[in-house]
């Protein structure tokens, strides 16, 4: 055994010292960590785990296992570095949601309503020119004030406590429909909807994915044609579920909504659920690029996916999947 120490780390001698003196008093398993120092000065680092026995002549005898977990010792600071990084992330995200919550919607209000009330009251000295300055900052105002409505969405998407309950998801899309109904009534969309199941799902979610899908069919319409949405259910085993990414052990809900709309090249169907990709210029259709991405997340969130299918000229399809 005093061989064996010399290879040990000079700091971490008296822990094998003390293993020792731990397994001959109490003569059950005991456990060490610590370093050993190669010949050549590098580092390993090993568990040892021992227990006395008793020979045929009453003699007690150190049986030691001696283990170098190096690699899995680095993973494992590795592991620790990575969630350390996640905290850190986790409580910028915080900031964030604080800052974007009031640091910068609060100045952000009171332009807007300065504008609102210069243009009322100034309007008619105003040029044509000044009219036209006014409603692009009075159109730059709105849309920073969306896209910082949608930035909390996201993050409170990837933050907030995942509480399960049963829903009638029919509901739901009621739901979702009622938030839309100026635009459903402007657009003179008609949405067909098949009976829909109850799951256990993030009920405020599963609304916000429905209002989220909605509300993309009928931004992205064709010019004369009334939208058409078509929501539609199925079961499915997970050996029809496609992409391969279905646990095999479970069946999946697949809630389909189904447009005729602009839709897409099929090529960019992975694009589309990007934080801030846009197929689109922002002066042609508006949004700021998060509601398909707080789709996905929603998804994710419920151990599910959602996949898009489109043809240029004919619409979109978007599929969720979700664990039955």
Not at 123 to 143: M, P, V
Request: proline share 4%; net charge neutral.
């Amino acid at each position: 055994m005093a061989r064996y120490i010399g290879f040990v780390h000079p700091e971490d001698r008296d822990i094998l010292v003390e293993w020792t003196a731990k397994v001959k008093t109490t003569q059950n398993h005991a456990t060490a960590f610590y370093r050993i120092v190669h010949k050549d000065g590098s580092i390993r680092y090993f568990n040892s785990i021992g227990k006395i026995l008793n020979d045929k002549k009453g003699r007690q005898l150190l049986i030691g296992i001696n283990t170098d977990i190096t690699e899995q010792y680095k993973r494992s600071l590795s592991l620790e570095e990575r969630n350390k990084d996640l905290e850190q992330t986790n409580s910028e995200l915080a900031s964030f949601n604080y800052v974007a919550s009031h640091d910068l919607q609060e100045p952000l209000r009171i332009i807007q309503i300065f504008i609102s009330r210069i243009y009322e009251k100034e309007a008619d000295t105003l040029t044509a020119t000044g009219k036209e300055y006014f409603q692009r900052i009075q159109a730059s105002a709105n849309r920073m004030q969306i896209l910082i409505n949608d930035l909390l969405l996201f993050s409170r998407t990837n933050k907030v406590e995942k509480v399960f309950e049963y829903a009638d998801l029919n509901a739901l899309l009621q739901n979702a429909e009622i938030v839309l109904a100026p635009v459903i009534e402007e657009k003179k969309a008609e949405i067909r909807c098949e009976h829909l199941p109850d799951l256990k799902v993030i009920p405020f979610q599963i609304e916000q994915l429905f209002i989220n899908l909605l509300s993309n069919s009928l931004k992205y319409t064709r010019p004369g044609v009334p939208p058409v949405i078509t929501v539609s259910y199925q079961t499915l085993a997970a050996k029809d579920v496609p992409g391969g990414k279905a646990d095999p052990l479970k069946n999946f809900a697949c809630i389909t909504f189904t447009d005729n709309g602009l839709g897409f090249e099929q090529q960019f169907a992975e694009n589309i659920f990007v934080l801030f990709k846009r197929l689109h210029q922002k002066n042609e259709y508006p949004g700021t690029g998060i509601g398909l991405s707080i789709c996905r997340k929603i998804a994710e969130n419920h151990s599910g996916f959602i996949t898009a299918t489109g043809k240029p000229g004919e619409g979109a399809t978007f599929s969720l999947f979700l664990p039955v």
